[in-house]
């Protein structure tokens, strides 16, 4: 979301009660740059003035800042660094292999640079990782210095009702008297009844979104939720009155933005799906694996891609399926489909990952598939292989001392070229008034449409605008 498309929404959702609100990440920093030539820094700048009363919150991988692979940790820290000297205090953290070690020195980071940590237990729906399993994940989480609450993640949807019965009040336990935050995506449609399955563990903090943007890929709706706490008579500090407008906002965006034509789908609550509990793909993910397969005249694929997405999870050892695990996975699949050749091509991460660089396995690859990927050239290569680990100052050396903390991170994890072009943009839009909107295109449409006009105004009690045909009287 860029500035002038959230600016309507801040001051009502500042004022609204929300205990924290997501705010940025490394992927809309990309995207900010890479798609709008934005400057994602005074992008972040503009939000977090306007949210003065709501602490802010960001997310970070612990061995890299976006994208699949790996990042030194000096960059990772500078992430977090620069984050907070923004004004996003809350940072939650997550690694799918769960190196505890390495997420304990991230949490210490954030704790260093005046941050909130806050360590999170990604879910998955696998034969290793059971409740106790999970559960004890938490309970050492909870003991890090400077941690305040700790989260639970189900970023593929798959926590059914029945397993979040005995699941969180593990988990509620295990992290004491510690707050947990329950974050589930509403993939499969359970997302909403899990929640309400959490408040009888003893949760009480959810991660919700706006009705437009809620339910499918995303979490719950922030309504639903409400309804859902009356009905069962707790109570909740939300100023009720201020979520329309956010949402009417949302909607008109969306709507200026061509809507679900141009890929601005508003939410809607899904029918009970079976079909994710097989691929687990991150709602995001789907969309995205989709759009790909289209881009390249391969979308009669999808079923076969999607059909394929289990074999290699259980291939490559059940990983938890979210971010980088579910890329693996799903770029993987597609390459077994796409050659007809299982194997026969396999990307550097997933080598990485079968060999342990991205952390401990709790389950093998399966035999015959780690021997034909380690029977590569390429395969051979890795083993042994060790993170690079240069210097903050190293990297200056290598791309500018002169360079701000920000600009150094930014050309640190993209192309000097996509900088370069952001930076020659004009300052953000920031003003949604801007924008073109369809008062302008009825306009245009009626001026079009009648040759013999020679006039149009409009009028409102504080104005009155009028245009007129150059030559006209």
């Not at 907070?84 to 690694?95: A, C, E, N, P, T």
């Not at 601005?264 to 989709?290: C, I, N, W």
């Amino acid at each position: 979301m860029r500035a002038h498309q959230a600016t309507p929404a801040l001051s009502n959702l500042d004022r609204t009660g929300f205990r924290v609100i997501d705010s940025t990440g490394a992927g809309m920093v990309t995207v900010l740059l890479r798609t709008f030539k934005d400057d994602p820094w005074a992008a972040m700048d503009h939000i977090v003035a306007g949210m003065p009363n709501t602490e802010k919150r960001s997310a970070t991988r612990t061995v890299a800042v976006g994208g699949m692979g790996f990042a030194p940790d000096c960059l990772v820290d500078l992430w977090i660094q620069l984050l907070v000297r923004h004004g996003i205090g809350s940072i939650w953290l997550f690694d799918c292999s769960f190196d505890m070690p390495t997420m304990k020195r991230v949490s210490d980071v954030v704790v260093a640079a005046g941050g909130k940590p806050v360590p999170t237990v990604m879910y998955g729906l696998t034969s290793v990782h059971d409740d106790a399993f999970f559960a004890s994940k938490a309970a050492e989480m909870a003991s890090w210095n400077g941690v305040e609450t700790v989260e639970l993640e189900d970023a593929a949807g798959v926590l059914t009702v029945e397993r979040a019965s005995t699941l969180l009040p593990a988990v509620v336990n295990a992290v004491g008297s510690m707050p947990l935050e329950l974050h589930c995506h509403a993939t499969t449609g359970m997302a909403p009844a899990v929640y309400v399955e959490g408040l009888k563990a003893g949760v009480r903090i959810f991660h919700t979104a706006s009705r437009p943007m809620a339910n499918g890929p995303s979490l719950p709706a922030t309504e639903g939720l409400i309804a859902n706490l009356k009905a069962l008579g707790y109570s909740h500090g939300l100023d009720e009155s201020l979520l329309d407008p956010v949402a009417a906002h949302f909607i008109a965006t969306a709507e200026s933005l061509g809507g679900t034509k141009n890929g601005y789908d508003l939410g809607v609550p899904r029918e009970f799906l079976l079909a994710p509990y097989g691929h687990q793909l991150p709602g995001g993910m789907t969309g995205s694996l989709k759009s790909q397969l289209a881009q390249y005249g391969m979308l009669d694929q999808l079923d076969a891609v999607l059909d394929e997405i289990p074999r290699v999870r259980r291939d490559l050892g059940e990983p938890i399926m979210a971010t980088p695990f579910s890329q693996f996975v799903g770029i993987q699949a597609v390459l077994n489909v796409v050659t007809g050749d299982r194997y026969s091509l396999v990307p550097d991460e997933v080598i990485q990952y079968v060999l342990g660089h991205f952390g401990p396995l709790y389950q093998a690859a399966d035999p015959a598939v780690m021997d034909r990927i380690m029977s590569s050239p390429r395969a051979k290569q890795f083993v042994g292989w060790v993170r690079p680990q240069p210097s903050l100052e190293e990297i200056r050396g290598t791309l500018g001392r002169h360079l701000s903390d920000e600009e150094l991170l930014l050309r640190a994890l993209h192309s000097g070229e996509e900088v370069d072009a952001m930076l020659a943009q004009k300052p953000n839009r920031i003003d949604p008034r801007y924008q073109s909107n369809t008062v302008v295109q009825h306009v245009e449409q009626l001026v079009a449409e009648s040759q013999s006009m020679r006039s149009v105004s409009v009028n409102t009690p504080e104005m009155s605008v009028t245009l007129r045909r150059n030559g006209a009287a």
